[in-house]
């Protein structure tokens, strides 16, 4: 007998659940119940447990197979139905057969008492006033008992538009008109206060332009839109000139930095966000790429990029596998001296002026690594997640547990007993990193010894379930970025800093889509990187 046999998932306590349909229901359940009680640890039979092991993963795979199949379809058809002026641009669908969460914060969790602040002691009292009974009121026998104190917090929200009336003298020995300066800080028909508002509104609150405008209108400011985006775009030359301060005095409070990019839009055109910071500060880059090159301007704060060969540069060619003509080429060009990107192209192509694109690229990117870790200033460690374009950038490269972890967490195996082995070894898992938690708390080299060896342990594991098993051994090869916080135990376990200061663009994102030229992306990098720093430094 044929079973025709078609599968559908259900969502439940974050899993996904394999239900099978078919004309013949009482056989496809037995198959069913049978599945759910498969352990493969209880089949004798060596081959037969390899082989029904083999059938389980391939499941897994097809479901997999599967589940991306109907998410490009539910999107093409979304598509058709936009050309055919059946709505409007569809947006790429979410899987929403994984867990219903990919968040390790219950995992990573440790309990701890809290304690719940007073907010009084942090409210500015602006004004006091005394408010008194009426004695008629009271009885004859009434003493006066002194005060009872009641905080209210309240705001006002005026104008506050001033005619200045500027003397004005003339002067027949100069023939010359004299007049009365303004105060520091205006400049045009609008104040100092409202264009720091109309920031503050801006990025702090993410209103758009024309919401800002409805809003000093109903206040009895006359504006336009078209103002409040000149001041959104540039009209202050002193912000890139902080921006900078921050991000070099940022760059020197430290050994270590943080770093993430997140997905913008300039006029309509995807490019990157590159976020740098650390518990002191958080800047911002609006870039048009995210490789090593860009990688290394942001670090260097934007200055005009610079390139050396030297050793490192030659072995860097080694390491990317250029060819050993071009090696032998590069060797014979003058070391230790710092060229500009036209100087370094122009040698190239004298040097070498058959170069292949492919190879130039590697050269480039070598020279400009060689150039950065030349400098007395460059980051010795970097704290990121495992993209390519970090990589040979600083000395030291951490990686984020939280990232690495959130692949254990993405998966959604159908098979009970694959669910079972992966639930184990989650838990496994945070365990460990909780020990590392605790390492940094009393860190000495005799306590790091057990914890590299357990990290062998730990991720020398092999279930049987081949995806957990992939990215079991995945991990186990980042064991030297991983167990980077034995060596230095100051650094966090995680990147949560930079996805943090991330959040900031992709809110702002969600409300204003994305900037219309260039000078307005760099103002949105300049706000955004003095708002974070001063949240984190606790100023107004």
């Not at 997999?64 to 050309?83: G, H, M, T, V, W």
Request: with cysteine.
């Amino acid at each position: 007998m044929i079973v025709f046999v078609r599968f559908l998932w259900t969502n439940r306590s974050g899993y996904v659940t394999l239900n099978w349909m078919s004309g013949n229901q009482g056989g496809i359940n037995a198959v069913d119940q049978i599945l759910q009680k498969v352990d493969l640890a209880g089949i004798q039979d060596e081959r037969a447990r390899e082989c029904i092991g083999l059938l389980l993963n391939l499941i897994e795979s097809l479901t997999a197979d599967l589940r991306k199949a109907q998410a490009e379809i539910l999107y093409l058809r979304e598509q058709l139905n936009r050309r055919k002026g059946g709505g409007d641009k569809p947006n790429q669908p979410k899987d929403t057969s994984g867990p219903a969460s990919q968040s390790s914060e219950k995992e990573r969790a440790e309990s701890e008492q809290r304690t719940k602040r007073g907010k009084l002691d942090r409210v500015r009292i602006d004004r006091e006033e005394v408010l008194q009974l009426d004695r008629a009121s009271l009885p004859p026998d009434a003493q006066f008992k002194g005060y009872e104190d009641v905080v209210v917090q309240e705001l006002g929200f005026v104008t506050d538009n001033v005619k200045f009336r500027k003397e004005k003298y003339y002067a027949a020995s100069t023939g010359q008109t004299y007049l009365a300066p303004l105060p520091a800080g205006y400049r045009g028909e609008f104040g100092p206060n409202l264009k720091s508002l109309c920031l503050l509104f801006s990025h702090l609150c993410n209103m758009t332009e024309p919401k800002i405008a409805d809003l000093l209108d109903n206040m009895g400011i006359v504006i336009s839109s078209g103002q409040i985006s000149a001041w959104l775009t540039g009209a202050y030359a002193g912000l890139q000139e902080e921006k900078q301060a921050i991000v070099e005095a940022g760059l020197n409070s430290s050994a270590w930095q943080h770093m993430d990019d997140t997905g913008t839009r300039v006029n309509g055109e995807n490019q990157h966000c590159q976020i740098l910071c650390n518990p002191l500060y958080g800047a911002y880059f609006t870039t048009a790429r995210k490789d090593r090159l860009t990688i290394i301007d942001v670090l260097r704060n934007g200055r005009e990029r610079v390139f050396r060969f030297n050793e490192e540069a030659l072995g860097l060619l080694r390491q990317f596998g250029v060819s050993q003509r071009v090696l032998e080429r590069a060797g014979q060009l003058p070391f230790h001296q710092d060229w500009s990107q036209e100087e370094l192209q122009r040698r190239l192509t004298e040097q070498i002026p058959d170069l292949v694109s492919g190879a130039r690229s590697r050269m480039v990117e070598a020279a400009a690594l060689a150039a950065y870790h030349a400098e007395s200033g460059h980051v010795r460690l970097l704290v990121c997640d495992d993209a390519r374009q970090f990589k040979l950038v600083a000395d030291e490269l951490a990686l984020c547990w939280v990232h690495d972890g959130r692949h254990y967490q993405s998966m959604a195996p159908c098979v009970p007993q694959h669910r079972e082995w992966l639930e184990a070894f989650r838990q496994r898992y945070w365990e460990f990193y909780k020990q590392l938690r605790a390492y940094q708390q009393a860190p000495t080299p005799e306590r790091a010894v057990p914890l590299r060896e357990q990290f062998d342990e730990l991720f020398s594991t092999v279930t049987g379930y081949e995806e957990l098993d992939r990215r079991i051994a995945q991990t186990r090869a980042d064991k030297t970025y991983l167990l980077m916080v034995l060596d230095h135990p100051e650094i966090p376990l995680h990147n949560n800093p930079a996805e943090l200061d991330a959040r900031t663009r992709v809110r702002k994102r969600v409300v204003s889509y994305g900037p219309r030229s260039l000078a307005g992306a760099r103002t949105w990098d300049a706000m955004e990187t003095l708002l974070s720093t001063a949240r984190k430094l606790g100023v107004n």
